[in-house]
């Protein structure tokens, strides 16, 4: 089976009701994100952390997938599909698609505010602990790791903290993918953040990639698709899997 990597962001889920972040002026539901996504935000209030995750876990869980990620899924009758994604929900998921790598975590887990320490205090023992599980409520203040007793935080990326993905990885899917005439399709990602910036260019190599996004900007030699994902994906994977 020929390899398909879709990558996507935000725009993904934008008709699914999702709001992208270039779209709301540097504030994300009001907040400067520098308080509700970075660990300084953390450091200064973890309660209007907690609160605003709390906002976003219940709108990810109201929201329904849209007819891209229903695209997606339904490439898997055809293709070896793989989907490397920047969105924390799990739209992709619920659409049916079985591999979905999340770059900046998941809004449905849930970690011990230590767990990035782990790997920076290496033989210190106080922090040898990886809680990551699945909630079905939002985390409060006081909600315990039950092995150092930090405090739960949400599965995600902040601004400042390494990305959940090993580079090296990405590399051996490249060749993967240009070795069995697979396509690349990149959705919904203004590509400003790493590591969408580095790893659009990386994929170049694939004779057949394409980018979905309303507002396109063009990069080496993709195919550029203007418009939106619930149409222009359905689209393209009508034309992929004739
Ligand atoms: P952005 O908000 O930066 O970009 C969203 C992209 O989606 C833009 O290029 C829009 O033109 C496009 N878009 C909007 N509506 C669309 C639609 N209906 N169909 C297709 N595309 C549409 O989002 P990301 O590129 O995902 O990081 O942002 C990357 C990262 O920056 C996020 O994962 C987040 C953010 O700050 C962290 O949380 C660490
Ligand atoms: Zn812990």
Known sequence: MRTVVVFSGA????????PTFRDSNGLWENHKVEDVAHPSGWAKDKNLVLKFYEQRYNAVKKAVPNPAHEAIA??????????????????????????????HG??????CEWHQSCSMLQGDTRYICDVSE?????????????????????????????????FES?????????YN??????VGTSA????????????????????????????GNYTMIQGKAGEKLPELVEKLTK
Not at 201 to 206: A, E, G, S, W
């Open 11 to 18: 725009g993904l889920s934008a008709e699914s009701g999702i």
């Open 74 to 103: 339904k490439l898997q009758e055809k293709f070896n599909v793989i989907n490397l994604t920047q969105n924390i929900d799990d739209l992709l998921e619920r659409a049916g698609c079985n591999d979905v790598r999340h770059f």
């Open 106 to 111: 998941s809004i449905n887990k849930r970690k």
């Open 134 to 166: 699945t909630h079905e409520v939002p985390i409060k203040l006081g909600d315990l790791c039950p092995k150092c007793g930090g405090q739960m935080r949400p599965d995600v990326v902040w601004f400042d903290e390494p990305v959940a993905f090993e």
């Open 170 to 178: 990405i590399k051996d899917l490249v060749k993967e993918v240009k």
């Open 181 to 186: 005439k697979g396509v690349f399709i990149c």
């Open 192 to 219: 400003q953040v790493h590591p969408a910036a580095a790893l659009i260019p990386l994929f170049v190599q694939v004779p057949e990639k394409y980018i979905i996004d309303p507002n396109a900007r063009r990069i």
